[in-house]
C-alpha cells in the first residue's frame, strides 16, 4: 500500500542555518505531495505541496521539488528561525481526501 | 474568515463510555475529514464527508463512526471507548476536497483522553 517515510527527529540547529528533512514515498499510481506544519498545541497547516513530478512547491523561504525518480519530496529552507520551530509532516494522497501521513519531524531551533 | 472550530478542546472519559466530537467547517466549505493523532500511531485517517455522504473510510473498527449535516457541520462518535482511543483528533475541510484539489484546513483538535 501507500506509505510515506520521514527522517527521524528532532533536527537541532542553530537560527540562519540550512534545513533539510528528508521524505520518501511508496506509491501505486501519481500522487498529491504535501508538507504540513503543526505548531505546539494547534492543528496543522498546509505548508506547501507539489500535484506532478518535477513541481517545486514553495511558501515562507520552504520549498520541496517532486522527484518521481527517487521517490522523494524533501523539504528544504536556507536560513531558518527559532519561529519555524515545529513538527513537520510529509504527506501524500492519491485522488481522494485520505492524506497519508508520515511520522513527522520535530525541528527545534536555537538562537 | 472563521478558521474550522472544533468543540471541545478537552474531553475526559472513562472506559465503556460513548463521546461525540463536533467539527464547523470553514464556511463554504462541503467536505469534512477526520483524523486521529496518536504518538504510536501518528495521524491516521478515519473518514471523510462531502455533502452529507461518506466519500471514504480509513481502516477503523466499527465503533468509530461519523455524520454530516446539511449545513456541512460534521461529528463523530466513539463508542465503548477503550484506553487506546486516547488521542487528539483533528478535523480538517476543504471546499470540494480532491475533486477540484483544494487544500485541506485543520482545526486545533479536540484531545480525548480515556481512563
Known amino acids: 500500500g501507500n506509505s510515506v517515510t520521514q527522517m527521524e527527529g528532532p533536527v537541532t540547529l542553530s537560527e540562519e542555518a540550512f534545513l533539510t528533512i528528508n521524505c520518501t514515498y511508496t506509491a501505486t499510481g501519481y500522487p498529491s505531495l504535501f508538507w504540513y506544519v503543526q505548531y505546539p498545541g494547534e492543528g496543522l497547516q498546509l505548508l506547501l505541496k507539489?500535484?506532478?513530478?518535477?513541481d517545486k512547491g514553495s511558501n515562507k523561504g520552504f520549498e520541496a521539488t517532486y522527484r518521481k525518480e527517487t521517490t522523494s519530496f524533501h523539504l528544504e529552507k536556507g536560513s531558518v528561525q527559532v519561529s519555524d520551530s515545529a513538527v513537520y509532516f510529509c504527506a501524500l494522497s492519491e485522488d481522494t481526501d485520505k492524506l497519508i501521513f508520515g511520522t513527522g519531524t520535530r525541528l527545534q531551533v536555537f538562537p | 474568515k472563521a478558521g474550522v472550530t472544533q468543540t471541545p478542546r478537552y474531553l475526559i472519559k472513562t472506559r465503556g463510555q460513548q463521546v461525540t466530537l463536533s467539527c464547523s467547517p470553514i464556511?463554504?466549505?462541503?467536505?469534512v475529514s477526520w483524523y486521529q493523532q496518536t504518538p504510536g500511531q501518528g495521524l491516521q485517517f478515519l473518514f471523510e464527508y462531502f455533502s452529507e455522504t461518506q466519500r471514504n473510510k480509513g481502516n477503523f473498527p466499527g465503533r468509530f463512526s461519523g455524520r454530516q449535516f446539511s449545513n456541512s457541520r460534521s461529528e463523530m462518535n466513539v463508542s465503548t471507548l477503550e484506553l487506546g482511543d486516547s488521542a487528539l483528533y483533528l478535523c480538517?475541510?476543504?471546499?470540494?476536497?480532491?475533486?477540484?484539489?483544494?487544500?485541506?484546513?485543520f482545526g486545533n483538535g479536540t484531545r480525548l483522553t480515556v481512563t
Open positions: 507539489a500535484t506532478k513530478a518535477d
Open positions: 464556511s463554504g466549505h462541503r467536505s
Open positions: 480538517a475541510s476543504s471546499w470540494q476536497g480532491y475533486l477540484d484539489n483544494s487544500p485541506l484546513h
